[in-house]
């Protein structure tokens, strides 16, 4: 069984940081892409950021030189860093492992930005 578990989410005022962690199982986690992606009220779910097997990074245009995406494969867990944090971020932020057409996702972490 795949499960994908986020943690790390919570309330913060703007300008303020997290760090989020996805810890995975049932996977080859080191042969897998990894990456996180948000879903704002009321907006459909958009991608923030993707790390591959060979640790290539790739940000959305918005969270570029605010975020840091790394993995570290001893624990099978992926981290999203975020600094400088806006009120346009508060989404809840789920983890995906891709490899082949059929993605895992995980249920997700609520992250609020308001002051």
């Known amino acids: 069984q795949v499960l994908l578990v986020e943690s790390g989410g919570g309330s913060v005022q703007p300008g303020g940081s997290l760090r989020l962690s996805c810890e995975a199982s049932g996977i080859a986690f080191s042969r897998y892409t990894m990456g996180w992606y948000r879903r704002a009220p009321g907006k459909q779910r958009e991608f923030v950021a993707r790390?591959?097997?060979?640790?290539?990074?790739i940000y959305a245009d918005s969270v570029k030189g605010r975020f840091t995406i790394s993995r570290d494969n001893a624990k099978n867990t992926v981290y999203l860093a975020m600094n400088s944090l806006r009120p346009e971020d508060t989404a809840v932020y789920f983890c995906n492992a891709a490899m082949g057409a059929l993605p895992y996702w995980g249920q997700g972490t609520q992250v609020t930005v308001s002051s």
């Open positions: 790390i591959t097997s060979g640790v290539g990074t």
